[in-house]
């Protein structure tokens, strides 16, 4: 009999909703039945495509005494982190400061009041590697929680009172300059892995955020370090077993310093970030290399994660049959000499080994190999290795597919659509903006109230029930922003305008200027999370700081400049000491010192070539943070176009920058060069 996950949206709480534990959502239900029964609660984090999560779900949440031992002694609480990323940063916090480490799955045992005071991930069901087994930990927190209970509170009280201390150091509301910048760049230059590319060791992770500062610093100073290690970066990660050879797209992120094996998780976030990437990296370069792996990619996100209502989903398992029943991780993606020789014949399949570097003994597991594409003497035949991938990519569309979580975010979709709109613009692909356009819409439509508040998620297009965090105003908002530019549709930038208003006034504290991640009237927790660092994405804080930057650029708000400006300053902290995690808030700062600089290009039609070709020509300039709105003279779409009239009957581009504007150019030239095109 289904427990009481059956009617929730999240693919993961969905996955448990046959589990014999009986399972409630986050709820002050959940904790109002705790308090009635006088039990602890146990919470348990995770999300839809974690191998571990799946594996203790198979061991111990499907195991009936397990499920009945905890139906007698707790409220069991299942939370996906993807839904309800303000529990998990709230709890997990208290988990690293605890252990150390943190992790999923997050297991956590509160008192009714929702106060943690014990926790964990991953437990075995039997004692393994010196970790107890789960029922042992389940029995000495029901010991614990009837025998000790005022030990149980004052560990509980004390983990709340220190959370409450844990304030961030914001320091000074100074945006950093050139010297702080300077400075980050060193940092990062201490931490890269010259042979391989990267930072630091293993595993790797793929640094987006911090590649899109070191294109934007390069734009703006010149520097050819800075560009070097973009370049150098993802060309490895695009060579190794990350970048997926034959289908496009990024896993998770690689298990070892070379790139080789990958996490194999597919997520909507990593993609849609790298997609960007490699188009700015294409726009500063001109790399046909850059170029193929930035469509391959948004041509996955498109082809593989987008849904029925036009919304992109979170991710590909990592997990797959491997063809015997058994889910085994990677199933999907690795192949054998004996299978290259089955699909190719001998002939090809020697030299698909040598194009993909696989090898007798394997690079992964059980003698298969992950597909890379690693630099060799001598020149391939390009028509008989695009006919092998071809036929590669056949036979694995055979083969049971990972599973995919359906499950919309908001957030991510922002980052999709700012992606999918910049890489369609820049390689003549209308298709790639219409699905960012889609993306966009169902947004507006499904997870946008009246007052143009968010819901964070969507599931078949129906909304979820939690509201948005400040990432998905954040990210949003740039996407929309991304959307306008390219459009030439002024729609999105008032959205976006309203969106960020909610930034102003329910996410930023109106005395230090510092950002919460949760809205000053959302759910309190045993504390409202905040957190400027950037994780697998950008921090909420970071990219709402982008956002409030680019939107004041193309409307001259002066609240949103100083919102920006003040947000910034924890940049100025943390960016010399820890670039790699903070990498979007570096990006964000080089595009305030450069200006940003806001363009104007009219036409007599948006139709019209030359205006076409002008408004393309400042979409692939490469100063930090440009902002672009394109129309007629007499629009009223964007508040840039307000009296730039046509010069001399033709079209034209009107360049401005820290209050100060060059003569308008007919030139695509001459706007080339004015934007560092």
């Given at each position: 009999?289904?427990?009481?996950?059956?009617?929730?949206?999240?693919?993961?709480?969905?996955?448990?909703?046959?589990?014999?534990?009986?399972?409630?959502?986050?709820?002050?239900?959940?904790?109002?039945?705790?308090?009635?029964?006088?039990?602890?609660?146990?919470?348990?984090?995770?999300?839809?495509?974690?191998?571990?999560?799946?594996?203790?779900?198979?061991?111990?949440?499907?195991?009936?005494?397990?499920?009945?031992?905890?139906?007698?002694?707790?409220?069991?609480?299942?939370?996906?982190?993807?839904?309800?990323?303000?529990?998990?940063?709230?709890?997990?916090?208290?988990?690293?400061?605890?252990?150390?480490?943190?992790?999923?799955?997050?297991?956590?045992?509160?008192?009714?009041?929702?106060?943690?005071?014990?926790?964990?991930?991953?437990?075995?069901?039997?004692?393994?590697?010196?970790?107890?087994?789960?029922?042992?930990?389940?029995?000495?927190?029901?010991?614990?929680?009837?025998?000790?209970?005022?030990?149980?509170?004052?560990?509980?009280?004390?983990?709340?009172?220190?959370?409450?201390?844990?304030?961030?150091?914001?320091?000074?509301?100074?945006?950093?300059?050139?010297?702080?910048?300077?400075?980050?760049?060193?940092?990062?230059?201490?931490?890269?892995?010259?042979?391989?590319?990267?930072?630091?060791?293993?595993?790797?992770?793929?640094?987006?955020?911090?590649?899109?500062?070191?294109?934007?610093?390069?734009a703006r100073t010149g520097s050819e370090g800075a560009l070097q290690m973009a370049a150098d970066t993802c060309e490895r990660m695009a060579r190794g077993g990350m970048h997926d050879q034959l289908g496009g797209g990024f896993a998770r992120y690689s298990v070892d310093r070379d790139w080789v094996v990958p996490h194999f998780e597919k997520m909507l976030y990593d993609n849609a970030l790298l997609c960007r990437v490699y188009a700015h990296l294409w726009r500063a370069t001109g790399s046909d290399f850059a170029r193929r792996v930035a469509l391959a990619t948004a041509d996955f996100m498109v082809r593989e994660l987008r849904t029925a209502e036009g919304?992109?989903?979170s991710a590909l398992d990592a997990d797959s049959d491997d063809g015997t029943g058994k889910h085994v991780e990677g199933a999907y993606y690795v192949w054998t000499l004996a299978q290259l020789r089955e699909v190719l014949g001998a002939e090809d399949a020697e030299l698909a080994a040598r194009c993909f570097g696989v090898t007798e003994e394997g690079t992964f597991e059980h003698g298969a190999s992950v597909l890379q594409l690693p630099v060799q003497e001598g020149v391939f035949d390009a028509d008989r290795v695009e006919s092998v991938r071809r036929r590669l990519l056949a036979e694995r569309a055979g083969r049971p597919a990972p599973g995919r979580d359906?499950?919309?975010?908001?957030?991510?979709?922002?980052?999709?659509?700012?992606?999918?709109?910049?890489?369609?613009?820049?390689?003549?692909?209308?298709?790639?903006?219409?699905?960012?356009?889609?993306?966009?819409?169902?947004?507006?439509?499904?997870?946008?109230?009246?007052?143009?508040?968010?819901?964070?998620?969507?599931?078949?297009?129906?909304?979820?029930?939690?509201?948005?965090?400040?990432?998905?105003?954040?990210?949003?908002?740039?996407?929309?922003?991304?959307?306008?530019?390219?459009?030439?549709?002024?729609?999105?930038?008032?959205?976006?305008?309203?969106?960020?208003?909610?930034?102003?006034?329910?996410?930023?504290?109106?005395?230090?200027?510092?950002?919460?991640?949760?809205?000053?009237?959302?759910?309190?927790?045993?504390?409202?999370?905040?957190?400027?660092?950037?994780?697998?994405?950008?921090?909420?804080?970071?990219?709402?700081?982008?956002?409030?930057?680019?939107?004041?650029?193309?409307?001259?708000?002066?609240?949103?400049?100083?919102?920006?400006?003040?947000?910034?300053?924890?940049?100025?902290?943390?960016?010399?000491?820890?670039?790699?995690?903070?990498?979007?808030?570096?990006?964000?700062?080089?595009?305030?010192?450069?200006?940003?600089?806001?363009?104007?290009?009219?036409?007599?039609?948006?139709?019209?070539?030359?205006?076409?070709?002008?408004?393309?020509?400042?979409?692939?300039?490469?100063?930090?943070?440009?902002?672009?709105?394109?129309?007629?003279?007499?629009?009223?779409?964007?508040?840039?176009?307000?009296?730039?009239?046509?010069?001399?009957?033709?079209?034209?581009?009107?360049?401005?920058?820290?209050?100060?504007?060059?003569?308008?150019?007919?030139?695509?030239?001459?706007?080339?060069?004015?934007?560092?095109?």
């Amino acid at each position: 009999m289904p427990n009481r996950l059956a009617h929730e949206t999240s693919p993961y709480l969905l996955q448990h909703a046959d589990n014999p534990v009986d399972w409630w959502p986050w709820s002050a239900d959940a904790f109002e039945e705790a308090r009635r029964r006088d039990v602890p609660v146990l919470l348990s984090v995770g999300y839809s495509s974690c191998h571990w999560c799946h594996v203790m779900a198979h061991e111990s949440f499907e195991d009936a005494a397990t499920a009945a031992f905890l139906g007698e002694h707790f409220v069991s609480v299942k939370v996906d982190r993807e839904e309800r990323p303000d529990v998990d940063a709230v709890y997990m916090e208290a988990v690293q400061a605890a252990t150390g480490q943190g992790g999923w799955p997050m297991t956590v045992f509160l008192t009714p009041d929702a106060e943690p005071f014990y926790f964990g991930t991953y437990f075995p069901p039997d004692p393994r590697h010196g970790m107890p087994s789960f029922g042992q930990v389940l029995e000495g927190v029901r010991q614990a929680w009837q025998t000790r209970r005022d030990e149980v509170a004052d560990v509980a009280g004390k983990i709340v009172r220190d959370l409450a201390q844990r304030e961030i150091g914001y320091g000074t509301a100074r945006p950093p300059g050139e010297e702080e910048l300077a400075q980050a760049l060193l940092a990062l230059t201490r931490e890269y892995d010259a042979r391989r590319g990267g930072f630091g060791g293993a595993p790797k992770f793929p640094p987006s955020m911090v590649i899109e500062f070191l294109l934007r610093h390069h734009a703006r100073t010149g520097s050819e370090g800075a560009l070097q290690m973009a370049a150098d970066t993802c060309e490895r990660m695009a060579r190794g077993g990350m970048h997926d050879q034959l289908g496009g797209g990024f896993a998770r992120y690689s298990v070892d310093r070379d790139w080789v094996v990958p996490h194999f998780e597919k997520m909507l976030y990593d993609n849609a970030l790298l997609c960007r990437v490699y188009a700015h990296l294409w726009r500063a370069t001109g790399s046909d290399f850059a170029r193929r792996v930035a469509l391959a990619t948004a041509d996955f996100m498109v082809r593989e994660l987008r849904t029925a209502e036009g919304g992109f989903a979170s991710a590909l398992d990592a997990d797959s049959d491997d063809g015997t029943g058994k889910h085994v991780e990677g199933a999907y993606y690795v192949w054998t000499l004996a299978q290259l020789r089955e699909v190719l014949g001998a002939e090809d399949a020697e030299l698909a080994a040598r194009c993909f570097g696989v090898t007798e003994e394997g690079t992964f597991e059980h003698g298969a190999s992950v597909l890379q594409l690693p630099v060799q003497e001598g020149v391939f035949d390009a028509d008989r290795v695009e006919s092998v991938r071809r036929r590669l990519l056949a036979e694995r569309a055979g083969r049971p597919a990972p599973g995919r979580d359906d499950k919309v975010v908001a957030a991510w979709n922002g980052l999709a659509i700012a992606a999918l709109a910049e890489t369609g613009a820049y390689f003549d692909r209308p298709d790639l903006v219409e699905a960012a356009v889609g993306a966009a819409d169902l947004l507006v439509r499904l997870h946008m109230d009246e007052h143009a508040a968010l819901l964070r998620t969507s599931k078949d297009g129906r909304a979820g029930a939690n509201a948005g965090v400040l990432e998905d105003y954040a990210d949003v908002a740039e996407g929309f922003l991304a959307l306008a530019s390219v459009t030439g549709e002024g729609v999105w930038l008032e959205f976006a305008g309203l969106l960020l208003g909610h930034v102003l006034t329910r996410f930023t504290d109106p005395e230090s200027g510092a950002l919460y991640d949760t809205a000053v009237d959302a759910e309190q927790l045993i504390r409202r999370p905040q957190d400027p660092t950037d994780n697998a994405t950008p921090s909420g804080w970071s990219a709402a700081a982008g956002a409030l930057l680019g939107y004041a650029a193309h409307t001259g708000s002066e609240a949103h400049r100083t919102a920006a400006e003040r947000a910034l300053g924890v940049v100025g902290a943390l960016g010399p000491r820890v670039p790699r995690f903070i990498g979007w808030g570096l990006a964000v700062a080089e595009a305030l010192l450069d200006g940003p600089r806001e363009v104007a290009v009219v036409g007599p039609s948006l139709d019209d070539a030359a205006a076409r070709a002008l408004h393309r020509t400042a979409l692939l300039g490469t100063a930090p943070g440009t902002v672009v709105a394109y129309g007629t003279p007499d629009s009223e779409e964007f508040p840039l176009l307000a009296d730039r009239p046509l010069v001399h009957g033709e079209p034209a581009a009107y360049v401005c920058r820290d209050f100060t504007c060059d003569a308008p150019t007919t030139d695509p030239d001459r706007l080339r060069t004015a934007l560092g095109g």
